[in-house]
């Protein structure tokens, strides 16, 4: 693990994967762990509901992903469906 960065010889912050200057990632491994993690995040259920939180327009964007579910498994678009309905009410309930 490489202590500066390979750019501009800033100081490695230990938890950071890219420096906090020049955005370059530390080293290769790096890079290939926040691709993989981004991949992973684009694919899993905490990355779709990520994408809707963000989303300006957060009716359209579960609307988008309600859409796109459909196009899964019909079990597995069952229990997203309702774990996205439960996650919705939680946060509903803690707005409230
Ligand atoms: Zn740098």
Redesign the pocket.
């Known amino acids: 693990m490489m202590n500066h960065?390979p750019?501009?010889g800033?100081k490695r912050i230990a938890e950071e994967l890219t420096?906090p200057?020049?955005h370059?990632f530390y080293s290769q491994l790096d890079q290939l762990l926040a691709e993989q993690q981004a991949e992973i995040d684009k694919h899993s259920l905490a990355g779709h509901l990520k994408a809707i939180w963000q989303a300006n327009n957060k009716q359209q964007a579960l609307q988008q992903e309600l859409i796109n579910l459909k196009k899964n498994t019909p079990n597995r678009t069952k229990l997203t469906f309702i774990v996205i309905i439960l996650f919705i009410f939680a946060l509903m309930v803690t707005v409230i």
């Open positions: 960065c750019q501009c800033q420096c200057k020049c370059c």
